[in-house]
């Protein structure tokens, strides 16, 4: 093996190297789109679609189980409060404005991931009424001790009756 090769190969090692090393610092590169199929496109989020703000929230669907859409940014859920109703199946789904996040339910096991680009989803079910805190689990940047939502979960018969459209929001406080 002569110098050039050599050197052709560690400069390739190097860079190898340096890819996982991105994703451990949560850099945003866009390996992510690659790897999972960019289904949404996180810089008009806003702007048109399933996650524009007002269809953020809890909708009732017409089996009797809620869907809820969610936005992930620095350093922010979006909304800051969920509410759901016990003992139905609760279909989560999540995306992210900006970098790599994850919502956590304290008190349980529940935990998803949020990646720019894609849409992450998960089904939840509470047996009981209860409160719980919605932390940010992924360091995501200088905000993010700060970034959590929270989860309200009353009983069934307090679920507001939601028409085509309306979205159920936690009391104000
Ligand atoms: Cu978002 Cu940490």
Redesign the pocket.
């Known amino acids: 093996m002569n110098w050039r090769k050599l050197r052709t190969f560690l400069l390739t090692l190097l860079v190898l190297s340096l890819i996982p090393a991105t994703r451990y610092y949560q850099i945003d590169v866009p390996l992510v789109g690659f790897l999972r199929g960019s289904q949404i496109d996180p810089l008009t989020l806003h702007l048109a679609g399933e996650f524009v703000e007002s269809n953020l929230g809890t909708e009732q669907d017409a089996d009797g189980s809620v869907t809820v859409r969610m936005i992930?940014?620095?350093?922010l859920?979006i909304p800051h409060c969920v509410l759901v109703p016990a003992g139905v199946p609760v279909h989560l789904r999540i995306t992210?404005a900006d970098?790599?996040?994850?919502l956590a339910i304290n008190e349980t096991n529940y935990k998803v991931e949020?990646l720019p680009g894609s849409i992450a989803e998960a089904q939840l079910q509470f047996p009981q009424p209860g409160e719980y805190a919605m932390?940010?689990?992924?360091?995501?940047?200088a905000?993010?001790?700060a970034?959590r939502s929270r989860l309200q979960v009353v009983a069934r018969d307090q679920f507001p009756v939601l028409r085509a459209g309306e979205r159920g929001t936690c009391a104000p406080q």
Do not use: K
């Not at 932390?135 to 940047?141: A, I, L, T, V």
């Open positions: 992930a940014e620095q350093y859920f992210s970098a790599v996040h994850s949020v932390p940010c689990r992924e360091f995501c940047g905000g993010h001790y970034m």
